[in-house]
């Protein structure tokens, strides 16, 4: 049986997060991916929540002058369990490739943090029909490639480029479809009891409104939310929905 899995992704926003944090099942996995400078303070917010934190970005090497990066060591000094690789705004406005998603994951794995590997089509792609391949061809640069020991330890998140901060969430059914053809994806890559067990989110203007449905269908393992996730209200209300 996979575990649910809500991670909160606050982009370049740093919100206080007051007030109280609801409690939540134990059956769920609930992270916070906050901006890097925040990685501290949070570490400090989130004590005796039973909520992870998480990092929206490494580099893949271990040290060296790269100015400006952050390796996993670091994020693993601070307490980090989860970091978002190749989320579509790093792929589109950092030339993010799937090569340097793959060396970020191995890297993370060196460090015991579970990458969340963010694939997605953009509306073009949709509606020109392509969107299976495009996105099949994302998780296989990953899937055929990946070493056993950070395979053990990765998720993956479907996050349509036109449903990100839109307002636009797809529909259950569209977001279904798309995660049960990246386990199938997967399953081709690396067998279908492995695929089975890998935990697929969705993204996309997730809501308190939409989570239920969402999260109810057979391959939504969980979701990753951007805008309602940056008041832990109605972050809390997506993981206890
Ligand atoms: C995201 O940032 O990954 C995201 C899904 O954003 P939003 O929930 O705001 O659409």
Redesign the pocket.
Known sequence: MRKKFICG?W?MFAPAWEGEIPAFAENKIVAVAPPFTELSRMSERLKGTGIKLAAQNVYFKDNGAYTGEISAEMLKNLGVSYCIVG?S?RRGYFGETDEDCLKKIEKLAEYGIAAIL?VGESLETREAGDEYKFVGTQVEAIFENISPAAAENIVV?Y?PIW????GKTASAEQAQEMCAHIRATIAACKGSDYADGVLIQY????KPSNAAELLGMEDIDGA??????LEPASFMDIVNY
Do not use: F, M
């Open positions: 992704n982009k989320h705004e963010c998140a996050e449903a990100i901060g839109t993204g996309g203007s997730v990753l939310v951007g805008g309602a996730s």
